[in-house]
């Protein structure tokens, strides 16, 4: 296990985080310690979705307990968190553990309409099949959206 590392940032003493690893210890930290315990969706330099499927009840806000669950369930789905490191937006397959297989079969299957590469799955990749899908009513559970039925 690594040592936690503190710096000082805007006036006050905070942890650093430079790797998945750092996330992971930072969940034993007492939240009494945290700089804060939740903060809005608004206002933040991150991904949009990212942060609404943080978010987990969907009340603009990003709390400890789901940031902890998000951690946990990450960790719980990839053998490497290399590419967390890395700040990579590619999933590579192969790094999914067994818990993970529905995503794994799930990123196959976009895999395969796009054909090429089956071993890794770009976030762009999955973002631009996601909006080919809504865009032609077929979602994938075999009933066509009203929207996109003809008289």
């Known amino acids: 296990m690594n040592r936690l590392v503190f710096r000082r940032y805007g006036g006050s003493t905070q942890l650093q985080m430079k790797s998945f690893a ?22 933040l330099s ?15 806000r990003v709390r400890a307990d789901e940031l902890k669950a998000a951690v946990r369930w990450t960790r ?5 968190t290399a590419g967390c490191d890395e700040g990579s937006e590619v999933l590579v ?15 196959e299957l976009v895999l395969r309409v796009l054909g090429g590469d089956e071993s890794r799955l770009s976030l762009t990749q999955l973002r ?16 066509v959206a009203p929207s996109h039925l003809t008289d």
């Open 93 to 107: 397959l192969d790094r999914l553990t067994e818990a993970a297989a529905p995503l794994k079969h799930g990123a």
């Open 46 to 60: 991150c991904d949009r979705r990212f942060l609404e499927f943080l978010d987990s009840d969907g009340n603009k």
């Open 128 to 143: 631009d099949s996601a909006a080919t899908r809504r865009d032609t009513g077929v979602n994938g559970d075999g009933i």
């Open 22 to 43: 750092d996330l992971e210890q930072a969940l034993e930290v007492p939240e009494a310690l945290w700089v804060a315990t939740a903060c809005p969706t608004t206002g």
């Open 76 to 80: 719980s789905m990839l053998r490497d």
